[in-house]
C-alpha cells in the first residue's frame, strides 16, 4: 500500500520561510517522480514544483519560481519543499504525488498524499 505522509506546514508570517517533507512508503521510490501540488479554498488544485526520479531535472511554477526549491533523498525516501519569501497568496494545503513522468498536470501522477496546511498572513 502506497503511502505518502506530508509535514511541516503551518502558520507563517509574510516574507518568512517553511519546509515541506513527503515520506513515502509502498513503493519504489528512486523509480518515481515527484511532485508538489497546492489547493486554496475554492480554487483549483495547481501545480507547484516536480523533481524528477534522480533528481537531475526539476520545474517550478511560475509564481514560485526563484521562491521555492523542491529536492529529494531517496536513501530517505523523502521529498522536501524548501519555501522562502512567502506570501499571503501562498496560503494553500499542499499535497504531495508521485508518478512516473515528471509532469505539471494532475493526471501525471498516481498517487497522493493527504496533505498538509500552510497559512501565510499577511
Known amino acids: 500500500q502506497v503511502q505518502l505522509v506530508e509535514s511541516g506546514g503551518g502558520l507563517v508570517q509574510a516574507g518568512g520561510s517553511l519546509r515541506l517533507s513527503c515520506a513515502a512508503s509502498?513503493?519504489?521510490?528512486?523509480?518515481?517522480?515527484m511532485g508538489w501540488f497546492r489547493q486554496a479554498p475554492g480554487k483549483a488544485r495547481e501545480f507547484v514544483a516536480a523533481?524528477?526520479?534522480?533528481?537531475?531535472?526539476?520545474y517550478y511554477a511560475d509564481s514560485v519560481k526563484g521562491r521555492f526549491t523542491i529536492s529529494r533523498d531517496n536513501a530517505k525516501r523523502t521529498v522536501y519543499l524548501q519555501m522562502n519569501s512567502l506570501k499571503p497568496e501562498d496560503t494553500a494545503v499542499y499535497y504531495c504525488t508521485a508518478g512516473y513522468r515528471t509532469g505539471t498536470t494532475l493526471r501525471s501522477y498516481d498517487y497522493w498524499g493527504q496533505g498538509t496546511q500552510v497559512t501565510v498572513s499577511s
Open positions: 523533481i524528477s526520479w534522480n533528481g537531475g531535472s526539476t
Open positions: 509502498g513503493l519504489t521510490f528512486s523509480s518515481y517522480a
